[in-house]
Nanobody, 125 residues
């Protein structure tokens, strides 16, 4: 079983940057590299949507069209952490951001588990 904890959110002006962290832990023998990790977000009154994900092993990355070219996902398996670097932030990026673990990468949330409490990102002037 994987447990995930998100951090790094905050208030930032439009055009600014934030780096979110998704720290993973598990039972004895746990290895983050065994899992694909996805970042999702949920704005008030909206459904949770996939933002980006990274596969296990070869580390292939996937992005929603709305963030492509602005967000970068990467992992540091030695720290059991996956990061989401967010640049050129827009007000519409405002949401609670969550990470989840899955056996395969997907921008749909159904394969994922181990959700944390989320971290709030607010983009506003």
């Amino acid at each position: 079983e994987v447990q995930l904890e998100e951090s790094g959110g905050g208030l930032v002006q439009p055009g600014g940057s934030l780096r979110l962290s998704c720290a993973a832990s598990g039972s004895s023998g746990f290895s983050l590299d065994d899992y694909a990790i996805g970042w999702f977000r949920q704005a008030p009154g909206k459904e949770r949507e996939g933002v980006s994900c990274i596969s296990s092993g070869d580390g292939n990355t996937y992005y929603a069209n709305s963030v492509k070219g602005r967000f970068t996902i990467f992992r540091d398996n030695s720290k059991n952490t996956v990061y989401l670097q967010m640049n050129s932030l827009k007000p519409e990026d405002t949401a609670v951001y969550y990470c989840g673990a899955s056996l395969y990468p997907s921008l749909g949330d159904s394969p994922y588990d181990g959700w944390g409490q989320g971290t709030q990102v607010t983009v506003s002037s």
